[in-house]
């Protein structure tokens, strides 16, 4: 009889592992996608979108902002892989009335970089900039471009969604340099920490895109300034991840934000947002007056579902990069 070599032994039954896992990975997927079309189309359209809370509360901003600043801290631009550009997204916040935002995108400042390099020069853009301090803009609205006879401002944090070396991310909001991404996840969130920054787990129960998960949770329980619940995850599966999320808040009692993860038109605005109390209000230490608010509970979330029908095709390309990483 002729021997095989022995590496023919060993080829099959890896190949055929790895096609078991790619197949398991793809029908979980492809079943939540088509859950989720088959929930938001036929089942509770109107209860999973909550299209008219949502008008109430865009026709009530006046009186909101009376009290509340209307704050969202996990959007992502152009200059990682979001839709909007400076102009959209400031411009954006004047009509939609936000107070305070953070431009996370994706292991870089870029998008705050260039408004801060546009401080005291000719920018180009229909707003003015003045600097607060290293990790604060403030955005002033001297044109009246949303025609509301206001002198709107917006304060920019400097943040970013920073990937760890375990294939994790956590949310960096209002530091001075950011640490450097794809080293240990300890080290970025001691680096935040000793930056007295805010630090929030991103979409903390969906490991599939690299959420901290609950052991992580509970390790940094008392550094973490929040846990999200994220905007971006479709329907029916945001049910299940952001309930997590709101467990895991209270078990480890550290403060819930409600962010937008904005990559997508119709996300960034008046979907997932926070409402924080005005009281104690510091533009030269925003991080301490979010700190203090959130933990005293002087704040309320705002949770309207985007549409999940536009948000699974991304959701798609998110399974189809993680299964060219198995290839």
Known sequence: MEIQPLNQYKIKP????KNKIIKYIRNVVLGTIIAGVVYTGFVARSDVYNKEK????IKNKDEITQEYNISSFHIHTIYSDGILGVDDVVNRSFEEDYSIIAVSDHNNNNFFNIL???????????FDLEKINDYTLKIIDSFDNDNDNKKDIVYLLKASEIMAK??????????????????PLENIINELNEQDALIIAPHPAVLMVNGMGEENIK????????????????????YFYNKKAEKWSKKYNIPLFSNPDAHLIGIYFNTYANLISKEDFDENNLNDYIRKNTKEGKYMLIQFNPESLRLHPWVINIFLRKLSKIL
Do not use: H, R
């Not at 801060?116 to 229909?126: I, L, M, Q």
């Not at 375990?166 to 080293?183: A, F, M, R």
């Open 219 to 238: 390790k940094y329980a008392d550094i973490l300034d929040g846990i999200e619940v994220n905007g971006s995850i479709p329907v029916p599966a945001c």
């Open 54 to 57: 949502q008008g109430e509360f």
């Open 116 to 126: 801060e390099s546009c401080v005291n020069n000719e920018s180009g853009f229909n």
């Open 14 to 17: 890896l190949d055929s592992m």
């Open 166 to 183: 375990e294939g994790v991310e956590v949310l960096g909001i209002g530091y001075t340099n950011k640490p450097d991404s794809y080293q």
